[in-house]
């Protein structure tokens, strides 16, 4: 399993229904109970200071890849709608 992470994060995924490049997979989510890949992880942004987390990442869910090619992933991928701007998530009362 490793060895095939590996190979997967040297190939750049594209989204098909736009033509955008949406980065490398970083990481992968596992269904722990069945062994299932759940998502890709695709990593958006420097992670210099956050090495293990970032905000910015995708996760692309595994049934939107279509073609895992030599150099590329393409994916099918809708990105989930943004909150409205001035709705602030940041505290309880705000």
């Given at each position: ?26 990481d ?52 989930p ?5 001035g ?8």
């Amino acid at each position: 399993m490793q060895h095939c992470i590996a190979n997967l994060r040297t190939k750049e995924v594209i989204n098909k229904k736009d033509g955008c490049r949406l980065g490398r997979v970083c990481d992968v989510e596992i269904d722990a109970c069945n062994g299932q890949v759940v998502n890709l992880v695709i990593c958006r942004g420097g992670r210099m200071f956050a090495p293990y987390a970032c905000e910015s990442d995708l996760r692309v869910p595994w049934c939107d890849v279509d073609v895992i090619g030599d150099d590329i992933i393409l994916v099918c991928y809708t990105p989930p709608t943004a909150p409205p701007r001035g709705c602030s998530r940041r505290g309880f009362f705000r």
